[in-house]
């Protein structure tokens, strides 16, 4: 009997199956999590305690504001996580009638907890929930908050209402630091075997901006892709454009020589990268660019700035970042030079 007719699919049962190294290594403890230690003190501290109060964690993403929330419901719960936690992400449906209906039949459902414990709601990208969903929210963390207490997680913490912000402890994240990130990134790589040299390393930790789901997907990406962790392989998975030319660029303009920056500018537009990415690139590599004075820096990112503006409001032209790159190279020309 052939295999179409059994059912069977081509893939061979032996063959385990591998998760994303972002799942394969978050972490289960609060001890694991990188970054934000004063945070994650406090975080600890609650789960010693175990009186646990309701909670909102405010950050970007990709910094561990749902894997603190899940490792801290883990050592609150114990054996019990599985009956006694509800997660709502915004991918649910969180209008106002879930709010009514789930999580109030979740409050009011009677689990056997350890003692001194409460059932957790967990509420992810609370910031998209709708303003009647959070008003009749507000009135359900009143209600049951002898037995049940809420966790939200949100990128921004003013598009969470007021009244819900008293009633919650409010901790911020921070973006990762390179150090942390390069930490876990060396982690993740000896366990993998992972083949890498500094440039790529570098490269992962630039093109991730402290986002450490952002970084291990990259990581992840290239060695699939490349089979070894150098900068260019990198920045080919990421599209993104190489940090080499925009430096360049940028020399040419601390330089004033016009005709040098824009030969740079042309190669990377030639090579397809919209003005968006090369204007945030531009952006990145000046903010961390030591050879020039600090009152050039800023007088660089303020140019940056207006043009990034101009080109999220559809302007989004050559022409828009060759001006660009020319006040930029006005800045540091002498001024015989504009003498006709």
């Not at 009638?97 to 001194?116: C, E, M, S, Y």
């Not at 090369?278 to 903010?287: D, E, G, L, P, S």
Request: charged content about 25%; hydrophobic content about 40%; some cysteine.
């Amino acid at each position: 009997m052939s295999s179409s007719m059994t059912g069977n699919t081509n893939r061979p049962s032996d063959i385990p199956y591998e998760l994303p190294w972002v799942e394969k290594y978050r972490p289960s403890v609060l001890d694991d999590v990188v970054g934000n230690a004063d945070t994650i003190d406090r975080l600890k501290v609650i789960a010693k305690e175990g009186n646990c109060p309701h909670i909102i964690i405010s950050g970007m993403p990709g910094i561990g504001k749902t894997t603190s929330i899940h490792c801290l419901a883990h050592q609150l719960l114990g054996d019990a996580y599985k009956e006694g936690v509800l997660e709502l992400n915004a991918s649910d449906e969180r209008g106002i009638d879930v709010v009514r209906n789930k999580i109030k039949a979740f409050a009011q459902k009677k689990v056997t907890l350890p003692p001194g414990r409460h059932k957790i709601i967990i509420l992810d990208e609370a910031d998209s929930m709708t303003a009647g969903a959070q008003q009749a929210l507000r009135r359900t963390m009143e209600i049951f908050s002898n037995t049940t207490r809420f966790c939200l997680a949100c990128n921004m913490s003013n598009k969470i209402i007021e009244p819900i912000q008293s009633r919650c402890a409010i901790l911020r994240y921070a973006k990762l630091r390179d150090q942390e990130v390069l930490k876990r990134l060396l982690e993740i790589c000896e366990m993998e075997q992972v083949k890498y040299n500094d440039d790529g390393l570098t490269a992962l930790i630039f093109t991730s901006e402290g986002d450490m789901r952002q970084a291990i997907n990259n990581l992840q990406s290239t060695h699939s892709g490349f089979g070894f962790i150098s900068g260019d392989s990198v920045f080919k998975v990421c599209d993104q454009p190489h940090p080499i030319i925009v430096q360049a660029t940028i020399r040419a303009c601390v330089k004033g020589d016009i005709n040098i920056a824009m030969e740079r500018l042309n190669e990377l537009w030639d090579q397809g990268y919209s003005a968006v990415d090369i204007v945030v690139t531009i952006f990145r590599v000046v903010k961390t660019f030591d050879e020039m004075p600090e009152f050039t820096k800023l007088e660089y990112i303020k140019e940056i700035g207006f043009t990034h503006m101009r080109i999220l409001e559809g302007v989004g032209t050559l022409i828009q970042l060759a001006g660009l790159i020319a006040r930029l190279c006005k800045m540091n020309m002498k001024p015989e030079l504009f003498k006709i």
